[in-house]
């Protein structure tokens, strides 16, 4: 069970070859490439066929698109752990703060609830905490 991520346009934290991707058939679809591709080699073809994995994943224009780009031929295919768990962790505080338990997180996202819940924190501003740089 895999979770759909939403939208974002935070390019910064992908392998420069990903972020290339990234440019041409947009993040969704160069992360979701990454999730099922990423430390292989995947073949880029203008005319892909049917049994294709990164064609089957992204889809044929996508994967034309590329084809365009970067030539016909083998790419290495980076993994971009760091901003999967990223835009994890971003879609687990944007349920929180919808109102979904830790409970329901931690099922969604195959976690314990005690990850979640430090997740969550890890994003939480303590009012009571001055600002050292404060410039008032």
Excluded at 15 to 42: N, R, S
Excluded at 86 to 97: K, L, V
Aim: glycine letters at 6%; proline letters at 5%.
């Amino acid at each position: 069970m895999t979770t759909e991520l939403p939208p974002s346009n935070d390019a910064a934290s992908l392998p420069p070859v990903l972020a290339e991707i990234a440019d041409i058939i947009g993040i969704t679809a160069a992360l979701k490439l990454a999730a099922e591709c990423g430390g292989t080699y995947i073949y880029i073809s203008a005319k892909p066929k049917p049994d294709n994995r990164a064609a089957q994943v992204i889809g044929a224009d996508a994967m034309r698109a590329l084809a365009r780009h970067f030539r016909a031929g083998i790419l290495e295919m980076p993994i971009a752990t760091h901003a999967q768990l990223h835009r994890r962790n971003e879609t687990i505080r944007a349920g929180a703060q919808q109102g979904l338990s830790q409970s329901q997180l931690a099922r969604r996202h195959r976690m314990t609830a005690r990850h979640v819940r430090r997740i969550c924190a890890d994003s939480a501003v303590d009012d009571r905490q001055i600002d050292l740089f404060d410039n008032d």
